[in-house]
Protein backbone atom coordinates (compact mmCIF):
# COMPACT_ATOMS: atom_id res chain seq x y z
CA UNK A 1 0.00 0.00 0.00
CA UNK A 2 1.01 3.43 -0.95
CA UNK A 3 1.68 5.85 1.86
CA UNK A 4 2.66 9.67 1.99
CA UNK A 5 4.65 12.07 4.72
CA UNK A 6 4.82 15.54 5.25
CA UNK A 7 7.09 17.13 7.49
CA UNK A 8 5.73 19.65 9.28
CA UNK A 9 2.57 20.47 9.97
CA UNK A 10 2.86 24.14 10.49
CA UNK A 11 5.26 26.21 8.60
CA UNK A 12 6.22 29.58 8.78
CA UNK A 13 7.75 31.88 6.45
CA UNK A 14 8.69 35.27 5.74
CA UNK A 15 7.05 37.01 2.84
CA UNK A 16 9.50 37.27 -0.31
CA UNK A 17 11.28 34.12 1.41
CA UNK A 18 11.81 30.96 0.22
CA UNK A 19 8.92 28.03 0.87
CA UNK A 20 9.94 24.66 1.05
CA UNK A 21 6.95 22.12 1.93
CA UNK A 22 8.43 18.31 2.10
CA UNK A 23 6.74 15.14 1.18
CA UNK A 24 7.85 11.56 1.51
CA UNK A 25 6.43 8.88 -0.75
CA UNK A 26 5.72 5.07 -0.02
CA UNK A 27 4.82 3.14 -3.29
CA UNK A 28 5.57 -0.42 -4.39
CA UNK A 29 5.40 0.84 -7.70
CA UNK A 30 6.14 4.22 -10.05
CA UNK A 31 3.97 6.62 -8.22
CA UNK A 32 1.94 9.69 -9.58
CA UNK A 33 2.26 12.83 -7.09
CA UNK A 34 0.23 15.16 -6.46
CA UNK A 35 -0.04 18.57 -4.63
CA UNK A 36 -2.77 20.33 -3.61
CA UNK A 37 -3.78 23.50 -1.98
CA UNK A 38 -6.55 24.52 0.23
CA UNK A 39 -7.72 28.10 1.35
CA UNK A 40 -9.77 28.61 4.22
CA UNK A 41 -12.93 27.40 4.00
CA UNK A 42 -12.41 25.94 0.46
CA UNK A 43 -12.13 22.49 -1.29
CA UNK A 44 -9.09 21.36 -2.68
CA UNK A 45 -7.34 22.24 -6.09
CA UNK A 46 -4.51 20.85 -7.94
CA UNK A 47 -1.27 22.90 -7.80
CA UNK A 48 1.05 20.25 -9.86
CA UNK A 49 1.17 16.50 -10.79
CA UNK A 50 4.11 14.40 -11.71
CA UNK A 51 3.16 11.57 -13.52
CA UNK A 52 5.96 10.57 -16.02
CA UNK A 53 8.89 12.73 -18.48
CA UNK A 54 10.45 15.69 -16.92
CA UNK A 55 11.39 15.05 -12.71
CA UNK A 56 10.86 19.02 -12.38
CA UNK A 57 7.05 19.78 -12.50
CA UNK A 58 5.51 23.22 -12.67
CA UNK A 59 2.58 24.28 -11.18
CA UNK A 60 0.81 27.29 -10.61
CA UNK A 61 1.14 30.23 -8.76
CA UNK A 62 4.63 29.77 -8.96
CA UNK A 63 5.37 26.65 -7.67
CA UNK A 64 7.36 23.82 -8.30
CA UNK A 65 8.15 20.36 -7.41
CA UNK A 66 10.84 17.29 -7.94
CA UNK A 67 10.50 14.10 -7.97
CA UNK A 68 13.35 12.79 -6.97
CA UNK A 69 13.34 8.67 -6.99
CA UNK A 70 16.75 8.03 -5.08
CA UNK A 71 15.21 10.01 -1.99
CA UNK A 72 11.28 9.06 -2.72
CA UNK A 73 10.55 12.63 -2.12
CA UNK A 74 8.35 15.33 -3.93
CA UNK A 75 9.31 18.36 -2.02
CA UNK A 76 7.10 21.69 -2.82
CA UNK A 77 9.18 25.29 -3.43
CA UNK A 78 8.49 28.61 -4.48
CA UNK A 79 10.84 31.04 -4.55
CA UNK A 80 9.90 34.03 -2.82
CA UNK A 81 6.32 33.59 -0.53
CA UNK A 82 3.57 36.03 -0.98
CA UNK A 83 0.96 36.43 1.23
CA UNK A 84 -1.61 35.19 -0.61
CA UNK A 85 0.33 31.87 -0.33
CA UNK A 86 -0.92 31.41 3.32
CA UNK A 87 -2.88 27.97 3.00
CA UNK A 88 -2.81 24.33 3.72
CA UNK A 89 -0.66 22.05 1.14
CA UNK A 90 -1.65 18.14 0.87
CA UNK A 91 0.57 16.30 -0.79
CA UNK A 92 -1.05 12.91 -2.63
CA UNK A 93 0.12 9.51 -4.74
CA UNK A 94 -2.20 7.89 -6.68
CA UNK A 95 -3.14 4.47 -6.43
CA UNK A 96 -1.31 2.81 -9.45
CA UNK A 97 -3.73 -0.11 -10.78
CA UNK A 98 -3.88 -2.03 -13.94
CA UNK A 99 -5.11 0.80 -15.82
CA UNK A 100 -7.61 -1.18 -16.85
CA UNK A 101 -10.33 1.43 -15.39
CA UNK A 102 -11.45 1.42 -11.83
CA UNK A 103 -11.16 5.33 -10.42
CA UNK A 104 -8.19 7.10 -9.62
CA UNK A 105 -7.76 6.71 -5.85
CA UNK A 106 -5.77 9.75 -4.09
CA UNK A 107 -3.89 8.75 -0.32
CA UNK A 108 -3.10 12.00 0.71
CA UNK A 109 -0.59 13.68 3.53
CA UNK A 110 -1.81 14.78 6.30
CA UNK A 111 -1.10 18.60 5.10
CA UNK A 112 1.38 21.44 5.87
CA UNK A 113 -0.44 24.58 7.20
CA UNK A 114 1.81 27.45 5.45
CA UNK A 115 2.25 30.99 7.81
CA UNK A 116 3.42 33.90 5.73
CA UNK A 117 4.47 36.78 7.96
CA UNK A 118 5.09 39.85 7.17
CA UNK B 1 -19.51 25.58 -15.49
CA UNK B 2 -20.26 25.42 -11.99
CA UNK B 3 -17.75 21.98 -11.56
CA UNK B 4 -18.49 19.97 -8.71
CA UNK B 5 -21.15 21.14 -6.08
CA UNK B 6 -22.23 19.88 -2.62
CA UNK B 7 -25.50 20.63 -0.31
CA UNK B 8 -25.73 21.53 2.04
CA UNK B 9 -22.90 23.62 2.97
CA UNK B 10 -23.18 22.90 6.62
CA UNK B 11 -25.58 20.53 8.88
CA UNK B 12 -26.16 19.51 12.50
CA UNK B 13 -27.93 16.50 13.81
CA UNK B 14 -28.17 14.44 16.54
CA UNK B 15 -27.04 11.36 17.35
CA UNK B 16 -29.01 8.61 15.50
CA UNK B 17 -30.18 10.97 12.86
CA UNK B 18 -29.96 10.15 9.00
CA UNK B 19 -28.92 12.04 6.60
CA UNK B 20 -27.85 12.92 2.69
CA UNK B 21 -25.35 14.31 1.48
CA UNK B 22 -25.35 15.59 -2.11
CA UNK B 23 -22.72 15.99 -4.72
CA UNK B 24 -23.21 16.74 -8.19
CA UNK B 25 -20.63 17.87 -11.02
CA UNK B 26 -21.40 18.87 -14.86
CA UNK B 27 -17.94 18.23 -16.33
CA UNK B 28 -19.16 14.71 -17.38
CA UNK B 29 -16.53 13.21 -15.53
CA UNK B 30 -17.12 8.99 -15.39
CA UNK B 31 -15.75 8.94 -11.56
CA UNK B 32 -16.56 10.36 -8.70
CA UNK B 33 -15.17 10.33 -4.75
CA UNK B 34 -16.40 10.79 -1.42
CA UNK B 35 -13.34 11.83 1.36
CA UNK B 36 -13.46 13.03 4.98
CA UNK B 37 -11.30 15.70 5.97
CA UNK B 38 -10.83 15.57 9.83
CA UNK B 39 -7.55 17.64 11.67
CA UNK B 40 -4.09 16.41 11.44
CA UNK B 41 -5.20 13.29 9.66
CA UNK B 42 -5.26 14.73 5.78
CA UNK B 43 -8.36 13.44 3.61
CA UNK B 44 -9.11 9.69 3.75
CA UNK B 45 -11.29 8.11 0.99
CA UNK B 46 -15.03 7.27 2.24
CA UNK B 47 -16.09 5.71 -1.44
CA UNK B 48 -15.70 5.80 -4.25
CA UNK B 49 -17.57 5.18 -8.20
CA UNK B 50 -15.11 4.47 -11.22
CA UNK B 51 -18.20 5.04 -13.08
CA UNK B 52 -22.10 4.97 -13.45
CA UNK B 53 -23.39 1.83 -12.02
CA UNK B 54 -20.37 0.95 -9.92
CA UNK B 55 -19.28 1.94 -5.97
CA UNK B 56 -16.54 0.84 -4.02
CA UNK B 57 -15.16 0.89 -0.68
CA UNK B 58 -12.41 3.40 -0.24
CA UNK B 59 -10.48 3.65 3.25
CA UNK B 60 -12.69 4.40 5.89
CA UNK B 61 -16.58 3.15 4.92
CA UNK B 62 -17.85 1.94 7.48
CA UNK B 63 -21.53 3.76 8.73
CA UNK B 64 -21.60 5.49 5.49
CA UNK B 65 -23.46 4.44 2.28
CA UNK B 66 -23.41 5.77 -1.03
CA UNK B 67 -25.56 6.41 -4.39
CA UNK B 68 -24.61 6.89 -8.17
CA UNK B 69 -27.31 8.16 -8.82
CA UNK B 70 -26.65 9.07 -12.60
CA UNK B 71 -23.53 9.95 -14.31
CA UNK B 72 -23.54 13.55 -12.67
CA UNK B 73 -24.56 12.76 -9.14
CA UNK B 74 -23.29 10.66 -6.31
CA UNK B 75 -24.64 10.55 -2.80
CA UNK B 76 -23.32 10.34 0.32
CA UNK B 77 -25.90 8.73 3.16
CA UNK B 78 -25.17 8.77 7.20
CA UNK B 79 -28.05 5.75 8.36
CA UNK B 80 -27.31 6.59 12.06
CA UNK B 81 -25.03 9.60 12.56
CA UNK B 82 -22.21 9.05 15.25
CA UNK B 83 -19.91 12.07 17.07
CA UNK B 84 -17.28 10.30 15.29
CA UNK B 85 -18.68 11.34 12.00
CA UNK B 86 -18.19 15.04 12.91
CA UNK B 87 -15.93 16.06 9.71
CA UNK B 88 -16.01 18.08 6.87
CA UNK B 89 -17.00 15.97 4.09
CA UNK B 90 -15.78 16.46 0.11
CA UNK B 91 -17.14 15.23 -3.20
CA UNK B 92 -14.58 15.20 -5.79
CA UNK B 93 -14.88 13.95 -9.48
CA UNK B 94 -12.15 13.31 -12.30
CA UNK B 95 -12.53 12.25 -16.22
CA UNK B 96 -10.30 9.06 -15.16
CA UNK B 97 -10.01 8.42 -18.99
CA UNK B 98 -7.81 4.82 -19.44
CA UNK B 99 -4.39 4.81 -19.22
CA UNK B 100 -4.13 8.49 -17.54
CA UNK B 101 -4.29 10.25 -14.30
CA UNK B 102 -6.87 12.99 -14.69
CA UNK B 103 -7.03 15.55 -12.09
CA UNK B 104 -9.67 15.09 -9.23
CA UNK B 105 -11.75 18.38 -8.85
CA UNK B 106 -13.38 19.23 -5.90
CA UNK B 107 -16.45 20.92 -4.31
CA UNK B 108 -16.24 23.09 -1.57
CA UNK B 109 -17.54 20.55 1.45
CA UNK B 110 -19.71 20.03 3.75
CA UNK B 111 -19.45 20.54 7.60
CA UNK B 112 -21.11 18.17 9.38
CA UNK B 113 -21.55 18.26 13.54
CA UNK B 114 -23.12 15.47 14.64
CA UNK B 115 -24.30 16.02 18.81
Known amino acids: AQSVTQLGSHVSVSEGALVLLRCNYS??????LFWYVQYPNQGLQLLLK??????LVKGINGFEAEFKKSETSFHLTKPSAHMSDAAEYFCAVSDLRERTGGGNKLTFGTGTQLKVEL | NAGVTQTPKFQVLKTGQSMTLQCAQDMNHNSMYWYRQDPGMGLRLIYY???????DKGEVPNGYNVSRLNKREFSLRLESAAPSQTSVYFC??????????????FGPGTRLTVL
Open chain 2, 92 to 105: ASSLDRLFSTDTQY
Open chain 1, 27 to 32: SSVPPY
Open chain 1, 50 to 55: YTTGAT
Open chain 2, 49 to 55: SASEGTT
